[in-house]
């Protein structure tokens, strides 16, 4: 059974980091590129990050410098930094693989507010 949870996320001040984590199970997370999405309360999802199964990274203009996307092949994890955070930032996030190994239901992925 395919499984990404998602972990990591909550109240950080502007400025601050945080970092997620995706944890799966399920399939050869090694195999996939695997991305980052967000969603926040009435705008469209939007892809964050990817990261290629060789580890060439990829990264939307917003967080370009700010966020770092990286893999632990072996813990079948996949990791999101983000540094300094804005309240633009603050989303649901959400992981997954490209293309999408999961199906409609993302479930809630894990919440990132920033707010001082």
């Known amino acids: 059974q395919v499984q990404l949870v998602e972990s990591g996320g909550g109240l950080v001040q502007p400025g601050g980091s945080l970092t997620l984590s995706c944890a799966t199970s399920?399939?050869?997370?090694?195999?996939?590129?695997m991305a980052w999405y967000r969603q926040a309360p009435g705008k469209q999802r939007e892809l964050v990050a990817f990261i290629f199964d060789n580890g060439s990274t990829n990264y939307a203009d917003s967080v370009q410098g700010r966020f770092t996307v990286y893999r632990d092949n072996v813990k079948k994890t996949l990791y999101l930094q983000m540094n300094y955070l804005t309240p633009e930032d603050a989303a649901a996030y959400y992981c997954?693989?490209?293309?999408?190994?999961?199906?409609?239901?993302w479930g809630q992925g894990t919440q990132v507010t920033v707010s001082s």
């Open positions: 997954n693989t490209i293309p999408s190994i999961r199906g409609d239901d």
């Open positions: 399920g399939f050869d997370i090694s195999a996939w590129t």
